[in-house]
Every structure is written in structure tokens, then in C-alpha cells.
């Protein structure tokens, strides 16, 4: 036989589900309050609001295109701003000192200050503002979380290197390659000529491909002064920070005076700069 108290417990269960069935529909069914008027009639928040979890932030369209073409510093670092942060160890887990374990291209003229990050190295420093005109969007263009490898569905950008969030291949060589001697005619790298050049790259560039650096994510004019004065400059992006054993292929944009034959080594090049690099295109774009 049932006991009287378990009765009585399941019947005063019932009752308060009851109770809060009906506050609900009553809750629904209720006009609105003062408070709940005026946030509805309230303008939309500058920034959006965090996303609920992890899975929805990885998901957010901004990482998708063609949002991530529009998105902006701001809302990359509302999330991101770790990447901003000075994080470097002053010394490695072994007890080498940050300040002794250098790579060959901190060794040159143009680079200053202490150890920094990879990020910081391309947006915050003295020189990457002095000279480049870099956003998130400059390198990353968006990634498909459920797909990493290019061509495996019809639905994947088609253009990302396996597991990377960047292509090097579009965006990192640009200035990482080597420096092409064999199409310049130098006599060897550029650390055996230069001083045969006096360091100066001017001597032959102050005619030759003079239309360059003319992409929104480069302060040209920056560049071309510093340039002047210091062959590092030059150098400093163009195989004095190699990361590869490849070179970039820039495009040979028209200079006054050039030749009209086109030589071997050229032919198939573009002529101008990718179209999301141009200012021009990119503003006639956001007109439309």
C-alpha cells in the first residue's frame, strides 16, 4: 500500500506544475511592461552582443564570407584581442634568454625594440605603422571550421592551405619569398651585391618598375622615403625576411617608359595588384 506522505507529495507536485504552466501563458499573454516597451523601442547596440557559447562564435557569419570582407579591426579584436597582447617569454622553458635566440632577419638595421609577437610584429610596432597599412582582413579571410582542406566539398572556399588560417601562398609571400636575383641580374644575393649597389637600391629602381607598392594594406609613400635612405628597407620585405625558398610573383604594373616587349620571365604575370587590395576598387565597391 502506498504511504499517505508519498501521496501528498505527488499531489502537491502536480499542483506546482500547474502553477507554473499558467504564470508562463500569463507572462506571454501579458502586455508588455514599461521596462520591456522601452528596450524593444530601443536603438540596436553598436556592437553586436557575444555570441552564447564557443560553437555559436565559431560559427558567427563573420567568419564567413562575404561578411569577413567587410569586418573590421574592432570586431576581430572583440574576441581576438589576446593576439594584441606583448606575451613573450624573456626566457625559453630551456633558460635561453629571449633577447639571445634571434632569427636572421632581427639582425638587420631595420629591426627595432625586444622580441615581440607575430601579431604585434605586423600592426602595433613603430615601423609596421610607419610603413604598412595592415587590418585582420589583410591576411585572414575568413576559414571554414568544418572544412580545412581545399576542394574536398562544394561548399569550402577552395583557396585555404590544409589546416591554415592564412594562404601563404597569396598573402605571406608577398613579402617572405626570397629575393628573385636571376630575374634582377644581380651577380648573387642581395647580402654578396649590395655593396656593389651601396646598399641602394634606388640606382636602379629610381626607373625601373617604379609603379609599386600601390595596395591599400602599404603606406607607399612611407616606403619609397624610407627607401631612400636605407637599402634595409627594401631588403627587409623583399628577402631579408624570407620564410620560404620560393619567390612572390608580384604583378608587373606599367611604369613610364617601360618596354613593350614583355620578357619570358613575365609572360603570364598579372598586371595589376589583387582587386581586394585595391583602394580604387575596393571603395567603388562599398559605393554600390
Given at each position: 500500500m502506498t504511504a499517505p506522505w508519498l501521496k501528498f507529495l505527488s499531489w502537491s507536485g502536480v499542483c506546482m506544475a500547474m502553477t507554473m504552466v499558467l504564470g508562463a501563458c500569463q507572462d506571454a499573454g501579458a502586455p508588455p511592461t514599461a521596462a520591456t516597451s522601452s528596450a524593444a523601442s530601443a536603438p540596436a547596440p553598436a556592437v553586436a552582443p557575444k555570441p552564447a557559447s564557443y560553437h555559436a562564435a565559431k560559427y558567427d557569419p563573420i567568419h564567413f564570407k562575404p561578411a569577413i570582407d567587410k569586418a573590421t579591426d574592432q570586431q576581430c579584436l572583440a574576441c581576438h584581442a589576446e593576439v594584441l597582447k606583448p606575451t613573450v617569454r624573456k626566457a625559453s622553458l630551456a633558460g635561453v634568454p629571449a633577447?639571445?635566440?634571434?632569427?636572421?632577419?632581427?639582425?638587420?638595421?631595420?629591426?627595432?625594440?625586444?622580441?615581440?609577437?607575430?601579431?604585434?610584429?605586423?600592426?602595433?610596432?613603430?615601423?609596421?605603422?610607419?610603413?604598412?597599412?595592415?587590418?585582420?582582413?589583410?591576411c585572414h579571410e575568413g576559414n571554414d571550421p568544418r572544412d580545412e582542406a581545399p576542394g574536398t566539398s562544394s561548399t569550402n572556399f577552395g583557396h585555404q592551405t590544409l589546416r591554415k588560417m592564412v594562404n601563404p601562398e597569396t598573402v605571406c609571400l608577398k613579402c617572405h619569398g626570397k629575393m628573385n636575383v636571376e630575374v634582377m641580374g644581380l651577380p648573387g644575393p642581395w647580402e654578396q651585391s649590395k655593396a656593389a649597389f651601396q646598399n641602394n637600391c634606388m640606382l636602379c629602381h629610381a626607373g625601373i618598375r617604379t609603379t609599386r607598392h600601390q595596395v591599400n594594406y602599404l603606406n607607399a609613400k612611407a616606403i619609397e622615403e624610407a627607401g631612400k635612405t636605407n637599402g634595409d628597407v627594401c631588403f627587409g620585405c623583399h628577402g631579408g625576411r624570407s620564410w620560404y625558398r620560393t619567390h612572390y610573383p608580384y604583378p608587373r604594373h606599367a611604369w613610364p617608359g617601360m618596354a613593350t616587349e614583355v620578357p619570358d620571365w613575365a609572360k603570364g604575370r598579372p598586371t595589376e595588384s589583387e582587386v581586394r587590395f585595391i583602394s580604387a576598387a575596393v571603395n567603388a565597391g562599398d559605393k554600390k
Open positions: 633577447s639571445d635566440a634571434k632569427a636572421w632577419y632581427q639582425v638587420t638595421s631595420t629591426y627595432q625594440g625586444e622580441q615581440d609577437t607575430f601579431h604585434r610584429r605586423h600592426l602595433e610596432t613603430a615601423m609596421a605603422k610607419q610603413l604598412m597599412n595592415m587590418r585582420c582582413t589583410t
